[in-house]
């Protein structure tokens, strides 16, 4: 029997239900002339391309460090969820121009057509809610970006069939123009949403450092372990909520290098345990005036 990875039903449940509201929203958008629909469909194609780019960042993130990639995939997933920003962005453009065309030809739509686009956008927010859910649950379980990304696209595409249902009520009663202004609030949600997944992605990519208060807990449970004397020299970067790096642990200078190579396994397995730190490189250096920074001040 064939086993699926959370990550892999994740993005099978995204490909399905996406690909039926693109057909259902897309086809009624153009009967009816809804442009806030329209543009609440082509926001569902993007939750495909999204969900694409989720499983293929994904795939790749998890595969295991090699002569190319020494260190690893993970950022492979950041990578993917920059693409998922920009691709918001992009089709942003295209749903605010037609927007901007149809506010300043406004074309009502027709009273016995209205209770189709309500429908949609019903059912809509509902399956978007419950994939939001979903995909955020399953985002933080195994600790993906590119998923929880894809999450609050989801997220973004639920909130925008609220306003396709006001501007079914607004076309109820003769307000024509608001049709075209929901249709800009949707791209201002998606813009939002980009900026969100952005903000998020850009400093891991960056290797951005560890805040203070991580550097004082690597130090102060390092300097629990009975022979570690001293703690300098800590570069930490970020990495898919994890931290990584390097530091040095100084020691007894008559102590054996076995000896101190297990220290230093056990000062790692110390820091691991507190769920914060990954794959951290521990220096050895003797415990000397010229080695320690306190006999250095």
């Not at 293929?56 to 969820?81: M, N, R, T, W, Y």
């Not at 203070?212 to 629990?224: G, M, R, Y």
Request: aromatic content about 10%.
């Amino acid at each position: 029997m064939v086993s699926f990875s959370s990550a892999t039903i994740a993005n099978i449940l995204s490909v399905g239900v996406n690909s039926l509201l693109v057909a259902f929203k897309l086809a009624i958008g153009f009967f009816t002339g809804s442009i806030s629909l329209i543009a609440d469909g082509f926001d569902s194609i993007l939750d495909l391309v999204t969900a694409t780019f989720a499983g293929v960042g994904e795939k790749i993130s998890k595969k295991p460090a090699d002569s190319s990639h020494p260190f690893g995939h993970q950022k492979f997933q950041l990578v993917f969820s920059i693409a998922i920003a920009l691709t918001l962005f992009i089709s942003s453009y295209f749903i605010a121009s037609e927007a901007i065309e149809r506010l300043l030809n406004p074309e009502p739509i027709p009273f016995d057509k209205l209770y189709l686009i309500l429908i949609v956008a019903i059912v809509s927010f509902v399956g978007k809610i419950a994939m939001s859910i979903n995909l955020f649950r399953i985002g933080k379980k195994i600790n993906s970006v590119v998923i929880i990304a894809n999450a609050k696209n989801y997220r973004t595409d639920a909130f925008s069939s609220i306003f396709v249902i006001i501007a079914v009520v607004g076309s109820y009663f003769s307000i024509g123009w608001l049709d075209p202004v929901c249709a800009f609030i949707i791209v201002g949600l998606m813009i939002f949403t980009g900026f969100e997944i952005i903000k998020v992605s850009i400093p891991d990519l960056l290797d951005k450092g560890a805040p203070q208060e991580v550097l004082d807990k690597l130090t102060e449970t390092a300097l629990s372990h009975p022979k570690v004397k001293e703690v300098h020299i800590v570069r930490l970067r970020t990495i898919l909520g994890y931290y990584t790096g390097n530091f040095h642990i100084l020691v007894d200078p008559q102590m054996t290098i076995f000896k101190a190579h297990e220290v230093s396994e056990e000062v790692k397995q110390d820091l691991e345990r507190e769920g914060i730190f990954r794959e951290l490189m521990i220096h050895l250096e003797p415990f000397t005036p010229e080695e320690s920074l306190e006999g250095k001040s």
